[in-house]
Nanobody, 120 residues
């Protein structure tokens, strides 16, 4: 299984970014694809996830600003991030697993991460 993220960048507060993750070597059925982030000195946290039935989860701090979507034909998941804030600065990881929670030590597949830096 391989997960490859792209789209991280440095932006001004209020700006937007779109992260993408392409998954190979795995079938999405029955699994969850999501985005975690980890900032220096902070706990790893689950930002958003999408289940194979299309249902979605967002942590409270990103609701209304972030949107997750999937392209099953391309085995790709996107995270559209709008109205970015400095506190969104972190390395974002694409993760595939049976059930994704805030427990970042779960037995899941992780990408290498992409850096998002938001300056105020």
């Amino acid at each position: 299984v391989q997960l490859v993220e792209s789209g991280g960048d440095s932006v001004q507060a209020g700006g937007s970014l779109r992260l993408s993750c392409t998954v190979s070597g795995f079938t999405f059925d029955g699994s969850e694809l999501g985005w975690y982030r980890r900032a220096p000195g902070s706990e790893c946290e689950l930002v958003s996830k999408i289940r194979s039935d299309g249902s979605q989860f967002y942590r409270d701090s990103v609701k209304g600003r972030f949107s997750i979507s999937q392209d099953n034909a391309k085995n790709t998941v996107h995270l559209q991030m709008n109205s970015l804030k400095s506190e969104d600065t972190a390395k974002y990881y694409c993760v595939l697993g049976g059930r994704l929670t805030d427990d970042c030590t779960g037995d899941n597949y992780w990408g290498q991460g992409t850096q998002v830096t938001v300056s105020s």
